[in-house]
Every structure is written in structure tokens, then in C-alpha cells.
């Protein structure tokens, strides 16, 4: 039967457990989050956001150990080895899909971070530049406000 | 006992019971890697199943910070230590992997019910090696968990007026949605000295029976994942039923198809993937080369089950996370891991479009086909070559009916701002 009362003399009752390794991996997790929700379609701006509302933990807690430029840069990493470019001064405009290499350029040199520079081809995408004309949701369907970043 | 085959340890076990396979058998997938711990499937359960009275500590599913957190605490630490106390430096695997009966090597430990034998409790031995948890552990689902302290709405620590800021997890963690995971072998079942406990032959779904229920927690005591939960004001235990109902297919939004649990359907990361399994007769899966789940466990091999050996032949599997410290993942997913890993974070073509049948439709996908598409992008993951094809992927229920279909590159279709929350 359960105890009624909390032993904390109870030698069975744990209090702390020790840790295979205290290797800090935020990073890793960070650009795991990204890669995985832009593989399901979302832009960046939307990504942002999921780092910036508290509700969303580990994303949040990212956001908050290294600062919105690093994640911003690392959004920006992720999209450009996927072939993709990220814009955070505008909303997302038009683009030409077939100019590839400049769309990959100026992904990287939108990033201060060192990222591993890749031969990149890129084809053609459908719809490819059509985000963000209109206003953008979050997950839970909320407006996100135009960002001023 | 029985010798029964548990082809998760690539060997046969001990089991109170003698064999017997359901028709078909619940079973999911979980995408560890695409978690962000919203708990949009703890509250989907909660708000279905268990929001009366006696079941405010009752969470038949739950999103726990791993490795610190858990409910009940501690659970698995628990079990995993008992298991080494019973077997001191035993637990290890084996072998080498085989097709359907031993994917993973051998598992040369013991099982809980084999430890059972050995450990020796006040009132003899168990059926499953096991521990009621406390009162105090079962008080608090949030304890060691993250939580936001602020809302989008306001400042960071102001969630709560006078809330504690408590201080941050500095190390690897990451985010374990569990519910029951509706053994093959349930160790709830095995305990069980009222027989309310059954495995149903159409689905293999474990229910607990309330009228032959008792309330002595057996069940609780045995179950290594602590997955069913005593109910005060019925004094009965409850599990998680695996939304039956849906299952079945007479949740009228599913038009009569056979329907995905709500936790699955209502994770806004797309992590999850329900599906119904046919198994041969010595309980391993029948190959159905097509089927997602069949595809991802058996053929892909990036899905593996948690904490294999307990021995209850769970019927959850995950995608483990990339980030984390490997030998945790052995331990909690099995020698799977590492070539999981490798295969996911550079996905072949087959892979990346199976990928996006996670959250998809809520009913259930029995079959996929692929049609092949435009090469779209080029260029190296993580030092390997990696070609990507816009292929389109369609999802088919049971009968047949098309229930799915999108694109590697899939389109992302924004509700407007007027109509965002109009559902």
C-alpha cells in the first residue's frame, strides 16, 4: 500500500540522479527543432516565433540561454543547407527560384555564424516565395506580429 | 510460467500467461526530435478522458523533461534499478541482429518477470518485478519538469504573480511523451489477481475491467512504465484506453475509418503516428511492407521501443532524439540507437516521405505509396551526400479509401488573421 507520509529517511525514496554526461547539447536540439518544423513547411518568421513564446519549452529555453541573434543565425544556417534563403530585415518578397546562388549567398551572409559552405544545387520549387504576403500564425493559429528584426 | 517470444529481445521470455496475439495490434510512433513540450496531447487526454473527480492526478498521457523529470518520479530510474539489483551487471544485450525476431541482438538480462522470481518481497514474489509508488510521487506531474514563467503576453517570470524563477537545466535534456504503450505482454495483466485485466483480440488495446476490479494496484505495482492509476471515489485503478472508440471507427469525424488516438491527432509538431498492426502467429509483425509504422520499425529501423528490456514488448516506439547522450539512449531505447540515428539525420528518399505522414489525417493510414517527383535540391548533410525529390506520398485507410497526400516540399497554407481561430 502507499505510504500516507512523505519518508525522507526512506533510502528508496531518490532525490537526485547522476547524469551520464553534462554536455550542454541546446545547440544541437535547437537546430534539430529548426530543420524538423521547416521540413514541415514552416518560414522562418514562424520558426521565430515558436523560439520566442515561452509556451513552446525547449525551443524557449534555447532562445533564452544563447539570445534571439543566435537563434536567428541559426535559422538562417539551417534554411541555406536546405537550400533556402531567410530574410529577417523584410517580409518575404517574390523571389526569383531559379537564381539559386545568390539566394544561397546572401542566406550565408545574413548568418555572423561560420556555417559550413556546401555545393548547393538548387531546382526549381513550386510556390517558392509566396510566404509571408499574408499575415502568419503560430501553431496554435495566433497572429504573429510583423517583427521588426 | 510460459516461454513466450519476445522478438524486441530477440529471444523468448517468461510470461505468467501463454501466448496469445490479437488480430491486429495498437501501435505508434513517437518522433522525439520534433517535440517542443506544448503538452497540446496531455491537455487533448485530460480534457477527453480524465477530468473527473478522483482523476486529478491521472495522466494517461504525459510529456516528461527527460532526464530530470517523470510521473510518477523517478519511475523509470526505479525500475532499472531494481532490475540491476536483481541481476548485478547483467543487463546487457547480445547477439546479433536478425530480421523480425531479433532486430536488436539479444538481450541477455533479465526481464521483470524473470527478476521477479529473485527478488523476494514481505508478501513473496511477485508475478513482475515492481514498486507501488508513493503518494508523493504521484502528487506532483510537474516536479523537475520545464514550465514557462511568462506568456507572450508578458515578461519572463511573471506567469504567476510572487512566482519562484527556479534555476535552468544547464546539461542535454529533451522531451518524452509517454502513454500506455499496450504491451504485447502486459505486466498490469500479469499481476492482476481479480483477472480484470485483458488484452482485446481485435486491437490488443489493455483495458482494465471496472466492475471485476478490486483496486489493489497490483497493476500499478507491476507495470515498469507505471501506466495505470488508482481512482480514490471508485477505488479502482484506470488506464488509458487508447481511445477505443475512435480506434473502432465510431468517432463520426472519422466517416466510419478507424480513427488515430487524440493525443496523436491533436500534437501540433506532427511527432506522432498511430497505426494498427497484423502479427503471425508467434506474435512477430506480419510484413506489410507499406505500412508506416511497419516501414519505420522494421525496414527504416529508426523507430525503437522504449526500454525494451522490461520485457513487456511495448507497442510505443520513438525516433530518438540526435542531440542526446548516446549512452542514455541505449539504455532507454536499446542498441538500436545509434544506426537510427545516423539513418534519420541524413533520410533517404523512401524515409524523408514517410516522414510526412506524422499528423497528417486523423484516421488511420494502413498503406502508402509513393509517386515519384522532381529532384528539387542537392548538397551534403552532416559529410554524407544528400538528394532531395519533391515525391508525393499518398496515405490509404483500410479499406482502401485515400486518406492522405503531400509532398516532401510540403505547402504550407496559412489561415488568415480574420479566420485564424475560427475552428
Known sequence: ?149 | MSNVLNWQLGREMEYPYDAAYPDQQFAFIFNINRCIGCQTCTMACKSTWTFSKGQEYMWWNNVETKPYGGYPHHWDVKTLDLLEQANPGGQNWGGKPEDLKAPYGKFNGKTVFEAAKTFIGPEGANRALGYLPTDEEWSAPNRYEDHPTGSEKTSKGQYFKGGELLPEHKTWFFYLARICNHCSYPACLAACPRNAIYKRPEDGIVLVDQERCRGYRKCMEACPYKKTYYRGTTRTSEKCIACFPRVEGKDQAGGGLPMQTRCMASCIGHIRLQGLIELNKDGTWKEMRNNPLYYLIHVAKVALPLYPQFGTEPNGYYIPPRWVSRPYLHQMFGPGVDAAIEKYSAPDRELLAVLQLFGKDQRICHRYEIKEGPKVFETEVRGKKFVMYNDTIIGYAKDGTKIIETTVEEPLHVRDAKHANSI
Not at chain 1, 534539430?32 to 520558426?47: A, P, V
Open chain 1, 1 to 149: 500500500m502507499p505510504k500516507d507520509e512523505f519518508d525522507f529517511e526512506d533510502p528508496f525514496e531518490l532525490n537526485g540522479m547522476a547524469f551520464m554526461t553534462h554536455e550542454d547539447t541546446t545547440n544541437d536540439m535547437a537546430e534539430t527543432f529548426i530543420e524538423e518544423f521547416m521540413r514541415m513547411g514552416y518560414g522562418h518568421k514562424q520558426i521565430l516565433a515558436l523560439f520566442r513564446n515561452p509556451h513552446y519549452l525547449g525551443p524557449n529555453m534555447a532562445l533564452e540561454k544563447r539570445g534571439e541573434p543566435f537563434i536567428r543565425d541559426m535559422i538562417a544556417e539551417v534554411f541555406a543547407r536546405w537550400g533556402r534563403q531567410v530574410e529577417w530585415a523584410s517580409v518575404v518578397a517574390n523571389l526569383p527560384t531559379q537564381d539559386c546562388s545568390s539566394r544561397r549567398e546572401s542566406a550565408l551572409t545574413s548568418s555572423t555564424n561560420q556555417i559550413e559552405r556546401t555545393n548547393v544545387r538548387c531546382y526549381e520549387r513550386e510556390g517558392e516565395g509566396t510566404r509571408g504576403e499574408r499575415p502568419l500564425t503560430d501553431p496554435t493559429g495566433a497572429p504573429i506580429p510583423e517583427y521588426t528584426v
